[in-house]
């Protein structure tokens, strides 16, 4: 059906949300900040639902965004030995569930290829042919941290790879991204049957004796239990709501607050929502 010719017997039930949006204008925003009201008007009247709204304020933030903003962190790669065997890289493979691996060559700053988990299935089931990790690699797609995350994204389509290796300015490697963490700002998290049975406390990740890496989204639940805190349930489902009231406002990335002795320290956050947290707790005995 065209858009430029639609049924006139059909009414506005067949018109598209866009259209719709556009109809629900009374004057043309003049910035981002009027076009997000915009919007937000359009689905209090029902124009839209919230996941559509939710998706296109995600379409609009990942058009501003740059990857060293969504990386997974260098600290955090989980990545395989060059040298290393099938029974030595095997337990890496299985304990985290992924399909792609950085394969590095004494350092993450020596990033070999990419080995593809399903490339090992062949070997499975025909021990007979010699095995060697290096002849199965694919080759590793370098971008820079200053990437524009709507065009990684368009490369990733055009191109059909799914993680890239991420450089800074020295060409040394901060990170990686996958086309799935780009995903996920857009649509939301994406969870797979593996994501449901992980352990409760796959949000919180220590850094050392008094300094954890905390999801945002992580239940208050969780967050008590695991620091045997007593925040108030009632306040937040999330620590980071937590934190967002007690900042009263949305802080900014390195933006700090103590609450009950523990600082928070805001690590990654957008316009709309605080992502992850530095938590260091107060240095005493426990």
Same mark, same amino acid.
């Given at each position: 059906m065209s858009e430029d010719n639609p049924p006139s017997t059909s009414g506005s039930a067949n018109k598209g949300w866009i259209e719709k949006i556009v109809q629900s204008f009374t004057g043309e925003p003049k910035n981002k900040e009027?076009?997000?009201?915009?919007?937000?008007?359009?689905?209090?009247?029902?124009v839209i639902n919230?996941?559509?709204r939710a998706m296109i304020e995600g379409v609009m933030e990942v058009s501003e965004m740059r990857v060293r903003e969504i990386m997974i962190p260098r600290a955090q790669m989980r990545t395989i030995d060059i040298e290393q065997t099938v029974e030595q890289f095997l337990p890496i493979l299985? /304990?985290?569930?992924h399909s792609r691996f950085p394969v590095i060559n004494e /350092?993450?700053?020596?990033i070999e290829g990419i080995l593809l988990a399903k490339d090992l299935l062949k070997y499975a089931f025909a021990p007979e042919i010699k095995f060697e990790l290096k002849n199965i690699l694919r080759p590793a797609v370098i971008v820079p941290e200053s990437k524009r995350v709507d065009v990684l994204l368009k490369e990733f389509q055009q191109k059909r790879y799914h993680m890239a290796i991420v450089v800074d300015e020295y060409g040394g490697v901060s990170?990686?991204?996958t086309i799935e963490d780009i995903l996920e700002l857009i649509v939301g998290e994406i969870e797979d049957k593996? /994501?449901?049975e992980e352990d409760e406390n796959e949000g919180i990740r220590p850094l050392n004796k008094y300094t954890f890496s905390v999801k945002a989204l992580t239940s208050l639940e969780d967050f008590n239990k695991f620091f045997e805190t007593k925040f108030d349930e009632e306040e937040a489902d999330t620590i980071g709501g937590i934190v967002l009231k007690a900042f009263g406002h949305m802080p900014e990335r390195?933006?700090?607050v103590t609450i009950n002795n523990i600082k928070f320290k805001v690590t990654n956050s957008d316009k709309r929502r605080l992502l992850q947290l530095k938590v260091t707790l107060p240095e005493t005995e426990a």
């Open positions: 009027e076009l997000f009201e915009v919007i937000t008007d359009a689905e209090q009247r029902e919230p996941q559509t299985l /304990d985290s569930a /350092d993450k700053d020596h990170g990686l991204v593996h /994501d449901v390195d933006e700090k």
